[in-house]
Nanobody, 123 residues
Framework: VQLQASGGGLVQAGGSLRLSCAAS????????IGWYRQAPGKQRDLVAS???????NYADTVKGRFAVARDNSKNTEYLQMNSLKPEDTAVYYC??????????????????WGQGTLVTVSS
């Protein structure tokens, strides 16, 4: 599974951005897509996730402002970010949890990462 993230940029506080995460490869093996962010000097934290069944989960800091969605026809996940705050400034990463069946019939579970995309929110 390979991921390509895009959509970051500079936005004023209160504005909106939409990040995209395009998946390729064994996309049928993907069980969940996650969005993480990492601010300078801080750890990478989960922001939001969506499972293959459509269940979503959000960090408390973004609930009501961010929303995940997906376009199965394009194998692309989106993170819509509204009412952005300066503290949302970070490098955002998408991830894909996947389960493959190996040649020996054993399950192979892994996580792929896309490259980060920088979101800067000015005050």
């Amino acid at each position: 599974v390979q991921l390509q993230a895009s959509g970051g940029g500079l936005v004023q506080a209160g504005g909106s951005l939409r990040l995209s995460c395009a998946a390729s490869g064994s996309t049928d093996s993907i069980t969940a897509i996650g969005w993480y962010r990492q601010a300078p000097g801080k750890q990478r934290d989960l922001v939001a996730s969506i499972t293959s069944g459509g269940s979503t989960n959000y960090a408390d800091t973004v609930k009501g402002r961010f929303a995940v969605a997906r376009d199965n026809s394009k194998n692309t996940e989106y993170l819509q970010m509204n009412s952005l705050k300066p503290e949302d400034t970070a490098v955002y990463y998408c991830s894909a949890d996947y389960t493959l069946v190996g040649v020996d019939g054993a399950f192979v579970v892994g996580r792929a990462w896309g490259q980060g995309t920088l979101v800067t929110v000015s005050s």
